[in-house]
């Protein structure tokens, strides 16, 4: 079993990215907590982020005993810091565009209500100083930014979670003023015909910090009808956990599906999709949660994701891994490498 890269914190919900040559982490920082477990989330009670970095994985393999060099760059925000914040720092994500850094992050604010804020900086390891109010229009949990390959260096930002989340709350649209209370809970749509719900996904502006237009549905279909996955096929229906990226010209979104605890992915044509499921690239690990994102470094693809090894299986303290993993001739994903 690969070793937890960091021991000395607990930490969760890895965004991974290549910035200035080196492999930069952007996790939640788990806590000790006297809450009880519940499926509203309460118990994952984080207050600020750390940023880590790694040199170079060359030597590393998914079957070395021992963990890479990881550098603590030390707390970069916390929650005291944001205004808007009432608690729960969770799932962040870090982005470059135009010689400035951005942290996205998820939190409650005043009104127990799950919002996106962002905070800038000058460098991958920050600091980073926080906007005083969230990104306008923003909802729900886990963001995800993806910064495209094309000459405008277009930005997006994909978000979402289900339960705890609260993304069940805005079916009647996807707007902050469409929150229905009544959906809060370990609720989601049920039934015959009842289609899950989708992630969201945004076009960031030129200032990284304003969403370009209305936040849209990011639709994922079931190859076998080309139709939205059904809700009640919670093995493949997105729960929380986005992450976008690219490979030979496919744009990869990537989740997890929750209460039956896979990262599963879904392969189109375009970053604001459709996309269409196209199976799984990593099974249940112990713990409930399971989180995580894909990178490319020092030419080698990488799966960072966490699990409750270090803790014994204390589901809200959680520690990050990475495995190498690799593409078929069809692009699909594998985490065993394919034979010539």
């Not at 040559?21 to 009670?45: A, C, M, V, W």
């Not at 799984?280 to 994701?305: C, I, K, N, Y």
Request: glycine share 8%.
């Amino acid at each position: 079993m690969a070793p937890p890269l960091i021991t000395h914190l607990y930490t969760a919900d890895p965004s991974a990215h290549v910035f200035e040559g080196k492999l930069y982490i952007y996790p939640s920082h788990d806590r000790e907590t006297d809450i009880q477990f519940n499926d509203n989330g309460d118990q994952y009670d984080m207050v600020d982020y750390h940023v880590f970095s790694i040199d170079s994985l060359e030597s590393y393999t998914s079957d070395s005993t021992e963990a890479p060099k990881v550098t603590d760059h030390g707390v970069v925000l916390s929650a005291e810091q944001v205004p808007w914040v009432s608690r729960q720092l969770w799932a962040p994500d870090a982005a470059y565009r135009k010689g400035k850094y951005y942290l996205y992050f998820p939190a409650r604010d005043t009104e127990s209500v799950f919002r996106i804020g962002v905070a800038t900086g000058d460098s991958p390891a920050g600091p980073f100083v926080p906007e005083p109010e969230p990104i306008p229009g923003s909802f729900s949990i886990d963001p995800a930014s993806f910064v495209d390959d094309d000459e405008d260096e277009s930005a997006y930002l994909y978000f979402g979670g289900l339960w705890g989340g609260q993304l069940q709350c805005y079916q009647a649209g996807n707007t902050p003023e469409d929150f229905d209370e009544s959906w809060l809970g370990p609720k989601e749509p049920s039934g015959p015909g009842a289609k899950a719900l989708f992630p969201k996904v945004a076009k960031l502006a030129d200032d990284m910090k304003t969403f370009e237009g209305a936040v849209r549905d990011l639709v994922i279909l079931a190859p076998e009808t080309g139709e939205p996955i059904e809700a009640d096929d919670h093995d493949r229906r997105f729960f929380e956990a986005a992450w976008m990226h690219k490979y030979r010209g496919k744009y990869y979104f990537s989740y997890s599906t929750g209460d039956t605890h896979y990262l599963a992915y879904a392969i189109g044509d375009n970053p604001l999709g459709p996309f269409t499921y196209a199976g799984r690239m990593l099974e249940p690990v112990l713990g409930w949660t399971t989180h995580h994102s894909v990178v490319a470094f020092e030419g080698r693809w990488w799966l960072f994701h966490h699990d409750c090894e270090l803790s014994d299986g204390v589901n809200h303290l959680r520690s990050v891994k990475v495995r190498e993993i690799f593409y078929d001739a069809e692009g699909r994903i594998t985490t065993e490498k394919p034979k010539e």
